[in-house]
């Protein structure tokens, strides 16, 4: 009996933990199924039970943080149609040359190549439908925590600073923005659900040191890190970010798993890799499920980067 009412207690202290495993991290919203970073995808994924919505963040000319992956417009909105000629030299329309009044008359479509017109994922949302727009970060997160509020669930953000040094030498500070934003609306310490994530260490650093930031910080790692490499690199990471953010090449080749999540693991680091898409898997797997159970059972994961956030669901 004590057996069994301690299994009991088990499961119900898995469903009511406070955050399940491994993390759901909605990547650009629902992107598999809505253009990316509309509030449609977003909604979407929070009904699909995401644990966490990602936002990847951009300046406008004024200073404005807005929700946008690329620092360019080419290949996400209309921006060539609607403003020929404020392209730069190199051919490609940047946030930053347009002011937050312009960025909000842009319609955003599903992801294209802008040379040939072509979808980047052809089996998504069509091309050129809808009437989707470019959000603040701001009105995201009132989005979000309207959502919360509504439906009395917790989902957290995890906004990433997009190329903080190319911002600087753009001559603005894309961390104090977003930290302004995030201060604003109440994400302040570890316990908040908040994740800030980079590329640039340097920038983490700069975020936990000279700006502050009391909140969680992930560290994204291209293809190959040096940091990653070692025991040494991993506890050096550990006394600035919480987790890591590696490609799933960098988890597991196909079936076989890498280390990395261990090894992070054992540092203190929590792992969130990037990104699991039933439409683009990786070598190995028959379909999304399988990939999720995977990286969940096997590897281990503590979260997880997805266009399809119902995967796991
Ligand atoms: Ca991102």
């Not at 439908?129 to 009105?139: M, S, W, Y």
């Amino acid at each position: 009996m004590r057996k069994f009412l301690a299994s009991v207690g088990c499961v119900l202290g898995s469903l009511f933990a406070a955050e399940p495993i491994p993390l759901i991290i909605a990547h650009r919203g629902a992107s598999g199924y809505l253009p990316e970073h509309t509030l449609a995808a977003k909604a979407l994924a929070y009904a699909q039970g995401a644990d966490y919505l990602e936002q990847d963040v951009v300046l406008s000319k004024d200073g404005v943080p807005v929700v946008q992956h690329d620092v360019t417009l080419d290949s996400t909105t209309d921006v060539a149609t609607r403003f020929p000629g404020r392209q730069r030299a190199d051919g490609s329309f940047y946030a930053i040359d347009f002011t937050w009044a312009e960025l909000r008359q842009l319609r955003v479509v599903e992801r294209f190549h802008p040379k040939t017109g072509k979808a980047v994922y052809p089996r998504r949302f069509p091309s050129g439908v809808g009437e989707f727009r470019i959000n603040t970060f701001e009105e995201e997160l009132q989005f979000i925590q309207g959502l919360n509020r509504s439906t009395g669930r917790k989902v957290g953000i995890y906004p990433e600073v997009k190329l903080a040094g190319w911002h600087r030498r753009e001559g603005q500070d894309i961390s104090k923005a977003v930290l302004a934003v995030l201060a604003k609306h109440g994400y302040a310490t570890k316990a908040d659900l908040c994740f800030i994530q980079s590329f640039e260490l340097e920038e983490l650093r700069r975020l936990r040191g000279e700006l502050g930031w009391k909140g969680r910080l992930v560290f994204l790692t291209g293809g190959k890190s040096t940091w990653t490499d070692t025991p040494e690199g991993l506890r050096e990471l550990a006394q600035v970010v919480d987790g890591i953010g590696p490609p799933l090449s960098a988890v597991a080749e196909g079936r076989v798993l890498t280390g990395l999540v261990a090894r992070a693991q054992a540092a203190g680091l929590q792992v969130h890799p990037y990104t699991l898409r039933n439409d683009a898997l990786p070598k190995g797997f028959g379909s999304g499920r399988d990939c999720f159970d995977f990286l969940s059972r096997e590897a281990k994961v503590d979260g997880l980067f997805t266009d399809f956030p119902d995967v796991g669901r």
